[in-house]
């Protein structure tokens, strides 16, 4: 069945350090990615999305970079802070309103 | 802009009892609303899809009796937990979508209810 992976549960980077979570999709239909950060206890944030016409793009302090032929995106963040500290997901959709969730990475900043 | 609210944010409740949850976009209007659940150290497991004045879909394994959605209007939709049990205790997120110019649906999730049943 279709579904959204990512390669590492949890994510340790010393702050200041760039952060780099990666995430595998199965479906070569999906063409819309996004990435969300979850704090403990709270809903899910939007943090930067892609469609699949594009291979790169960049927000503040992060950056998604997409692989179509090896399907498989990625997260950058720059420069990491305490406040990064979260569980990151990445969602993919095909063309329909639907979203494929991946498993999460925790990310941890240590100071 | 984007922003979705849920209420309550937390709830405890006896067994047997229902509990309603509501969420609202509240500067936009909704093009559809969704309904997940997490359990702890987990990913989101999307329920049901609501659109404004029509039944929701409910995906695979979920039961529509029991979890009981109102789509009233284009920026609330409320989930009812019928009957409620412990094994129904959860972090319940709804999330409520943008059509873009593009044709993108892009998801803004509200804050999430923790429901408790004891």
């Known amino acids: 069945g279709e579904s959204v992976g990512l390669h590492l549960p949890t994510l340790s980077v010393q702050e200041g350090d760039n952060s780099i979570i990666n995430c595998a999709y199965s479906?070569?239909?999906?063409?819309?990615f996004i990435w969300y950060k979850q704090e403990s206890g709270k809903g899910p944030q939007f943090i930067i999305d892609?469609?699949?016409?594009?291979d790169k793009r960049q927000g503040q302090r992060v950056t998604v970079l997409l692989n179509k032929t090896v399907k498989h995106l990625s997260l950058q963040i720059a420069a990491t802070q305490p406040g990064d500290s979260a569980v990151y997901f990445c969602?993919?959709?095909?063309?329909?309103?639907?979203?494929?969730f991946g498993t999460g990475t925790r990310l941890k900043v240590l100071a | 802009g984007a922003v979705v609210s849920q209420h309550p944010s937390w709830v405890i409740c006896k067994s047997g009892t229902s509990v309603k949850i509501e969420c609202r976009s509240l500067?936009?209007?909704?093009?559809?609303m969704f309904w997940y659940r997490q359990f702890p150290k987990q990913s989101l497991m999307l329920m049901a899809t609501?659109?404004?004045?029509?039944?929701?879909?409910?995906e695979q394994g979920v039961e529509k009796d029991k979890f009981l959605i109102n789509h009233a209007s284009l920026t609330l939709s409320t989930l009812t937990v019928t009957s409620a049990h412990p094994e129904d205790s959860s972090f319940y997120i709804c999330?409520?979508?943008?059509?873009?110019?593009?044709?993108?649906?892009?998801?803004?999730f509200g804050p999430g209810t923790r429901l408790t049943v004891l």
């Open positions: 609501s659109n404004e004045g029509s039944k929701a879909t409910y």
């Open positions: 479906n070569s239909a999906s063409d819309y």
């Open positions: 500067d936009f209007q909704a093009t559809t």
């Open positions: 969602a993919a959709s095909s063309g329909t309103y639907k979203y494929i």
């Open positions: 892609i469609r699949s016409n594009m």
């Open positions: 999330s409520a979508s943008i059509l873009d110019n593009g044709g993108t649906d892009t998801q803004y």
